[in-house]
């Protein structure tokens, strides 16, 4: 993950990029002092989340933000100052949070809490990351997994919308499937098995007698977070849903 710290005083820019490591150990943070510099590197490093002051010299953080988001538009916005009257206009344009200094890292952390992004989450960037909101999409190590046929995603599709509940195969090939054939589903299941374990991943799924289902201590899923009240996947969630499948429901 690389995070951007911008703030024109050097004192309190390396306060910043101290409380940064410390809440995200492993990190790499670039810090600067000005915004030039800052814009700079912007075409040579992707940013995950930026961390801005408001008064920066010739170019206040809204407009900074705003220079940013044009080249990563989905780039997490957080802003650190010590004036509340950009508040508005720093919500406007998407920001995750707003921090009054003194930065701390307990700041840090809640902004952190707060983020858009789920690729912020280094469980999906380092194994299996399932993705509903929007379009379902399967990822390893940050990666699309291009293993799956159409038929053997739309099953861990499934699976996942049932969130860890058992479901037997006649349940599956009416809702997804429109048909009752068992050696239609056995093949469907084959091809999702060798898709998981091609990438070392067969135990993300749990399996019964006649029956299949996702197993959430193994995978990473912006849908499973949302169940469990994480803050950042209720702020990524906008609405749409495994868009592809019809049978997937149209709100949470």
Known sequence: M???AVEDEVTLLR?????????????????????????AALPEKEITIAFLDIAIDNMNGVDLAKRIKAVYPDCDIVFCTGYGDYAVQAFNLGASDYLMKP??????EHALSMLRRASVNTVAEQGLYIRCFGEFEVFYQGEPVAAF????KELLAYLVDKAGALCSSADICNAIFRTNS?????????????????????????R??????????????DY???????????????????SQYDWARKEL
């Open 224 to 242: 499973f977070a949302y169940l469990d009240g994480d803050p950042r996947a209720v702020n990524q969630y906008k609405g749409v849903y495994m």
């Open 149 to 152: 046929t159409k038929r053997s």
């Open 182 to 206: 068992d050696s239609y589903f056995r093949v469907v299941k084959k091809d999702l098995n060798n898709a998981l374990a091609g990438i070392g991943q067969d135990e993300a799924l749990i």
């Open 103 to 108: 930065i701390t890292k307990e700041k840090i």
């Open 15 to 39: 306060h910043l990029a101290n409380r940064i490591r410390e809440a995200l150990p492993g990190a790499e943070v670039l810090a600067f002092d000005n915004t030039e510099d800052a814009l």
């Open 2 to 4: 690389r995070i951007l």
């Open 208 to 221: 019964d007698w006649g029956k299949l289902g996702i197993n959430r201590n193994r995978v990473a899923c």
